[in-house]
């Protein structure tokens, strides 16, 4: 039977103990993650793979370390100290969701798509911050009484 576990990163950190990158001292993540390609990728394959993690995308925007060796969206690896266990699949939060707007190039956290959801349903390239009171209403924003829009 498989195990599905979510983390946090610092729950992540403390309990596997991520290891620097022998190969680039100056790596991503203070030092800790490894590239998808050259000498560290293979570094990275001689490793056990219990100990192997990767960064990427995940399909709702957000970005996750995974346990395990993964190529699908992945943007590194890292090896951890203490190894996961076979049959359970472990998926750490490391940011949410991001929407970007190309009307007036604010990025904001949209950590449900509410935001992306909203806009893109009625085809409208903006924000909330740039969006008429008109194209607010029309994507399903509501106004508070303390005049704020919220989905």
């Known amino acids: 039977m498989n ?8 729950e992540w950190e403390s309990t596997y103990k991520p290891r620097k990158n022998p190969v ?22 001689t490793i056990n793979p219990n100990h192997v993690w990767t960064l990427g995308d995940g399909d709702d925007g957000g970005m996750y370390i995974w346990n395990g060796y993964s190529i699908i969206n992945r943007i590194g ?4 100290a203490v190894p996961f ?5 472990i998926q750490v939060l490391v940011s949410h969701n991001w929407y970007y707007c190309e009307n007036c190039q604010e990025e904001m956290e949209d950590e449900d798509n509410l935001i992306r959801d909203a806009f893109q349903d009625i085809d409208l390239d903006k924000c909330p911050n740039c969006a008429t009171p008109e194209e607010l209403a029309t994507a399903g924003f509501t106004q508070t009484k303390e005049g704020l829009w919220r989905v």
């Open 77 to 80: 690896y890292f090896i951890t």
């Open 24 to 45: 680039d001292p100056d790596a991503s993540y203070d030092g800790y993650m490894f590239e998808t390609y050259g000498s560290e990728l293979e570094f990275i394959r």
């Open 3 to 10: 195990e599905f576990i979510e983390l946090s990163y610092d």
């Open 85 to 89: 266990e076979d049959d359970t699949t």
